[in-house]
């Protein structure tokens, strides 16, 4: 009872503020962008050039097979010419077919950074491609597939889980801190002291706060975005459990501190590393062990889950799970260190 | 100069004291640190593997030339390793010398090159009809770091402005604000003191970036007069958000609002097609990410530069005539 009243009290206070609003603002903002500015998907075409230096080669035939493989190609009369399109343009590749020894041979002309695993993987597979249709050549490797479903979003929905996790879910790790330090200088915490309530209440107050606001965020975005294709229980209890984790975070690192200013270092120090997950949630096949271990990285996943037709449940629930518990274990430890703290 | 001088040290001293300002100073270097790790990692292979232990010595050591290859105990380890969230692709010999590949079903690529790999390894006496062959034309800056480099050269930008709003508004809840009306002090050099902090930051984070990533051959005069006109918008938002908050929420909301415009003019200038880019013509953050785009590629004139940083300090002055009245308001 003590804390439904400190959650409504907290409630009604934040939305006489700018804050709330403000998140909304921005929620709308991020929609229009991605409706009105971004397209549904990017046109993934690269640009390459492509010189062939003898008329016997099969230059047609490779044009086409280039294409087939998405590459916009143009055509250039020198190597030398080829050359000059790739340091104009330092995002295309270019294609030198020539003869060498009687034999036809590709030469991929590369900008320079790319990694000899990548060169390596390039001039096998490429052979093999033109191999294999010819006889005698054994097409032996299979594949199986161990969970088959559509997993794909439109770039345009791909973007969400990042908004969501950085936004929705980690609002409390930005706003939390603002929110006691606010009420410490204002004298309401120690006013607090002498009330009847508990420090739980009135830290799950404020924590219940920031549910809302990410709650209301969250889902503007993703209803005007992802529209009725998102699986809304699943995302609803997800982002309580990642929101209720993101303001623990906030609860946690500002319990160390006196004042705001000395906190917000942190507090954007922890936004900033947890944004980098972000790099492997577009690239997956890059995925280092210390970027796994940030907390915002299976929250990427795992909002992509809710994102999709089909989703897979129990990665959505195994993470509801586990933010549950850090949010539990954090706020505990938050607590105990605000007990001792807070009213001093 | 020294009131000026005065008012930077003591909010030098201050932030130093509260870590807000080692924050921002340092956080750029560990970005910029955090990149540089990365940069290598990123793209350098076309897929992960992961393989039987007792295969490790075999296809695994083989695998290893194309990607960063993992081992698993028995086929239950691999399938589990392959169905964790990142993109792994199981990989095992069979006894007839041909290979099975373990997806998990939703990864984003690199599974074709992978079946012709392996299948190149079975056929390895095979002559493919075609040689092929790579060469390069000797650019070894990677996307990434030009991108990433050029992104974090621009956001450093803000964060000066984060240091002022931040500030002010600390000054006005301790009342301090007011005090200044009546010291000896006159506005307009309180104001440059407060403001210097927010160009000295970026100048001085955005020589760390420059050579922790290793930029260290562009032109530096050009990146400085860029950096030091994008950090006069920011100022301008630091001050008027500083001076319309009348509690710290409120300016960490400002600033986070601030984000969004700057995020968007930087990624917008990278994936809008030219004719849509008019669209991001009002931001002073996107002329400022294609100019020092055209600086770490060597490609800047002076005539770019200064091109540039008139526009920039042209919306940043039509920004102050519209803000004057708020900011002068607010100082009262």
Redesign the interface.
Same mark, same amino acid.
Not at chain 1, 103 to 115: A, H, T
Not at chain 1, 259 to 262: H, I, P, V
Not at chain 1, 283 to 288: D, G, K
């Given at each position: 009872m003590k804390l439904l009243h400190s959650f409504l009290k907290d409630l009604r206070l934040a939305y006489r +503020?700018?804050?709330v609003y403000?998140?909304l603002?921005?929620a709308l903002?991020?929609v229009a962008?991605l409706i009105f500015?971004?397209p549904e998907n990017?046109?993934r075409s690269a640009k390459a050039w492509l010189h062939v230096a003898d008329a016997s080669l099969p230059a047609a035939a490779i044009e086409k097979a280039l294409g087939e493989d998405g590459l916009d190609i143009g055509r250039v009369a020198t190597g030398a010419e080829l050359?000059e399109r790739?340091?104009e343009d330092?995002?295309a590749i270019g294609f030198?077919l020539r003869l060498?020894d009687g034999?036809?041979?590709?030469?991929?002309?590369?900008?320079?950074?790319?990694?000899a695993?990548?060169?390596?993987?390039?001039?096998?597979?490429?052979?093999?491609?033109?191999?294999?249709a010819?006889p005698?050549?054994?097409?032996? +490797?299979? +594949? +199986?597939?161990?969970?088959?479903?559509d997993?794909t979003l439109s770039d345009r929905v791909n973007v969400l889980p990042v908004f969501l996790a950085m936004n929705a879910a980690f609002m409390g790790l930005?706003?939390i801190a603002?929110?006691i330090?606010?009420d410490k200088?204002e004298g309401a915490v120690k006013a607090f002291a002498v009330s009847p309530a508990k420090v739980w209440h009135y830290l799950a107050g404020k924590m219940g706060v920031v549910a809302v606001t990410g709650l209301a965020s969250g889902l503007l975005t993703v209803a005007l975005v992802a529209g009725a294709d998102a699986q809304y229980p699943l995302f609803v209890v997800l982002l309580l459990a990642t929101n209720a984790f993101g303001s623990a975070v906030g609860l946690f690192i500002a319990s160390f501190f006196d004042?705001?200013?000395?906190a917000?270092?942190?507090v954007?120090?922890s936004v900033?590393l947890l944004g980098?997950a972000a790099?492997?949630y577009y690239?997956?096949?890059?995925?280092?062990l210390a970027?796994?271990l940030l907390p915002s990285?299976?929250m990427l996943?795992a909002f992509r889950e809710t994102l999709l037709a089909a989703p897979d449940a129990g990665?959505v629930w195994a993470n509801v799970g586990g933010y549950s518990a850090g949010a539990l274990v954090l706020f505990l430890l938050a607590e105990r260190q605000y007990r001792r703290r807070m009213t001093a | 100069m020294k009131r000026i001088y005065a008012v930077l040290r003591r909010d030098l001293m201050s932030g130093l004291r509260d870590f807000m300002v080692a924050f921002v100073l340092v956080m750029p270097f560990i970005l910029a640190l955090a990149l540089r790790l990365i940069v290598p990692g990123v793209g350098a292979a076309l897929f992960r593997a992961a393989v039987l232990e007792d295969q490790r010595g075999g296809v695994g050591a083989w695998l290893e030339t194309y990607a960063p290859v993992e081992s698993a105990k028995d086929r239950a380890a691999l399938e589990a390793r392959v169905l964790r969230t990142d993109d792994v692709f199981g990989v095992i010999e069979n006894a007839d010398g041909g290979h099975e590949i373990v997806r998990q079903g939703n990864e984003a690529g690199g599974g074709e090159a992978l079946a012709l790999l392996l299948d190149a390894r079975t056929n390895a006496d095979f002559e493919s009809p075609v040689a092929v062959g790579v060469e390069d034309v000797g650019w070894k800056m990677s996307p990434l770091k030009l991108e990433g480099g050029n992104f974090l050269l621009v956001f450093l930008t803000v964060f000066g402005g984060m240091l002022i709003a931040l500030g002010m508004v600390e000054e006005k809840m301790s009342n301090t604000l007011s005090a200044v009306n009546v010291s000896p002090i006159r506005r307009a050099e309180f104001v440059a003191g407060k403001a210097t902090l927010g160009f000295l930051a970026p100048a001085v984070s955005s020589v760390g970036v420059i050579l922790i990533l290793g930029f260290e051959g562009i032109d530096l005069g050009m990146a400085a007069v860029t950096v030091l006109c994008t950090a006069a918008i920011s100022v301008l938002i630091g001050f008027t958000i500083g001076l319309a908050s009348t509690d710290p929420i409120a300016a960490v909301a400002g600033m986070k609002t601030v984000f969004l415009p700057v995020f968007a003019s930087v990624f917008g200038a990278i994936f809008l097609s030219e004719k849509w880019q008019a669209l991001l013509w009002w931001s002073p953050h996107y002329w400022s990410y294609r100019t020092m785009r055209s600086i770490l590629l060597g490609e800047a004139s002076w005539a770019q530069v200064g091109t540039s940083a008139a526009i920039i300090l042209g919306i940043t002055a039509l920004g102050f005539l519209a803000l004057a009245p708020k900011i002068r308001r607010g100082m009262k």
């Open positions: +503020t700018y804050y403000m998140e603002g921005i903002l991020v962008v500015v971004m990017f046109n050359r790739l340091e330092r995002s030198d060498e034999r036809p041979k590709l030469v991929f002309v590369l900008q320079g950074y790319e990694s695993s990548l060169r390596a993987s390039l001039e096998t597979s490429v052979e093999a491609a033109f191999s294999r010819l005698g050549y054994r097409a032996s +490797t299979v +594949t +199986t597939t161990l969970r088959s479903r997993a930005f706003i603002s929110y330090f606010l200088s004042d705001l200013s000395s917000m270092g942190w954007f120090g900033a980098l790099v492997s690239l997956p096949s890059f995925s280092p970027v796994r990285y299976p996943f990665l | -």
